[in-house]
C-alpha cells in the first residue's frame, strides 16, 4: 500500500464503545487540529453489538479525517489492530484505545520523538488506581514472561506507541493466526524509546477485558514466543522418572532386609495420581501448542469486512 510523507494514522480498536466513542472522536480531533500535522482515524470496529458502527459512519459524515472498518464479527483486538495497520497510510501510525486511557496529549511527544530517529515511541503507563492484587499480579506475569520468551516485554508498556513506516510493514509481514502484538513489538526491535504517563482511569463504558480473557491473553504471551513449556515437561517427566527409580530401589532394598511388605495403598494411589496429573499436564500443554499448529496450518484470514470507508489503493 502507497503511504503518504510526513502523514499521521492513527488506529483505534473498538468493541461495544457506542457510550464513549463519540467522546474519544472530539477530544481527539480537537487535540489534532491544534496542531499542524496531517493525519487520518482509522476506527476498526471489532464485531460490535451496540451502535457503534452507526456513531462512526455519522462521525465520518461530518469529519474528514475519520475512517472505519467493520468486521462481519467479532474477531478481536489483535485483528482489529492487523486491519488498521494494512490501511494505514501514513507513515507514522499510533495505536491507542477508544476509552480514553491512552491520552491523547501525549501525540506530539510521540512525534517529536520519531523525528529524532526513533521508529517505536513507547507510552508506559504508571499503575497508580490498580488494586494491590493486580499490581502485584502483573508485576509477577511480566517477572515470570521475561525469565521465559525471548523478547523483553515491559511492565506498563501496552499497545499505545507510535510506529514508523519499516516498522509498521515488518509487523504487518508475519502472518501467523494467533498474534500477540506485544511480542510482535519488541520482536521487531529497531530504535525504542518511552515516554510515560499516569494511568487513566476509564470515563464512559465498561471494559471489555474480563478475568478469563487476561489469563487467555497471559497465556498467549507465554506460548507464543517460546517452546520452555515443552521444556518443562521433558524435566518434570525426566524428574518423576528419577524419583519412581529411587523409590523402587528403596523398596527393593527394603524387601532385602525386611522382607514384603503388604501394605501399600496409600503409596499407589499417590503415585498414581502424581503421574497421571503429570500426564495430563504435559499433555494439556502440548495440546495447546498443537492446537496453534492446526489453526496456523488453516491459514484463514485474520479478518473479514463486511463495511469500510477507506478506499483500496
Request: include cysteine; aromatic fraction near 12%.
Amino acid at each position: 500500500m502507497k503511504y503518504k510523507k510526513d502523514f499521521l494514522t492513527i488506529i483505534a480498536p473498538c468493541f461495544n464503545e457506542e457510550e464513549g466513542i463519540g467522546r474519544f472522536l472530539d477530544v481527539l480531533t480537537r487535540q489534532m487540529d491544534g496542531s499542524n500535522q496531517d493525519y487520518e482515524i482509522i476506527c476498526v470496529d471489532d464485531g460490535s453489538r451496540d451502535r457503534t458502527i452507526d456513531i462512526l459512519k455519522k462521525a465520518a459524515e461530518k469529519n474528514i479525517h475519520c475512517r472505519y472498518i467493520s468486521f462481519s464479527r467479532n474477531f478481536g483486538k489483535e485483528s482489529a489492530m492487523l486491519a488498521g495497520l494494512e490501511h494505514a497510510s501514513g507513515d507514522m501510525v499510533i495505536i491507542m484505545d477508544s476509552d480514553l486511557q491512552h491520552p491523547p496529549e501525549l501525540i506530539p511527544q510521540m512525534i517529536q520523538k520519531h523525528k529524532e530517529g526513533y521508529d517505536q515511541v513507547i507510552a508506559c503507563r504508571d499503575r497508580s488506581g490498580d488494586k494491590k492484587s493486580s499490581i502485584f499480579f502483573a508485576k509477577m506475569y511480566y517477572r515470570i514472561v521475561n525469565h521465559l520468551i525471548n523478547v523483553q516485554l515491559q511492565d506498563g508498556a501496552g499497545d499505545y506507541r507510535l510506529l514508523s513506516r519499516r516498522a509498521v510493514e515488518a509487523i504487518i509481514s508475519m502472518r501467523e493466526t494467533n498474534r500477540f502484538s506485544k511480542g510482535l513489538f519488541s520482536w521487531v526491535g529497531y530504535k525504542q524509546t518511552a515516554i510515560y504517563y499516569k494511568n487513566q482511569q476509564r470515563l464512559e463504558g465498561e471494559s471489555k477485558w474480563s478475568f478469563k480473557s487476561l489469563l487467555r491473553y497471559g497465556i498467549d504471551g507465554i506460548i507464543s514466543f517460546n517452546t520452555s513449556p515443552l521444556m518443562g515437561c521433558v524435566y518434570l517427566g525426566g524428574t518423576l522418572l528419577t524419583i519412581s527409580i529411587l523409590y523402587l530401589l528403596y523398596i527393593f532394598i527394603n524387601i532385602v532386609f525386611n522382607g514384603i511388605d503388604v501394605p501399600g495403598y496409600f503409596t499407589t494411589i499417590a503415585i498414581i495420581i502424581l503421574t497421571s496429573g503429570t500426564q495430563l499436564l504435559s499433555l494439556g500443554i502440548i495440546g495447546e501448542y498443537v492446537g496453534r499448529i492446526y489453526f496456523e496450518s488453516k491459514r484463514r484470514p485474520a479478518y473479514l469486512i463486511m463495511d469500510t470507508n477507506i478506499e483500496d489503493e
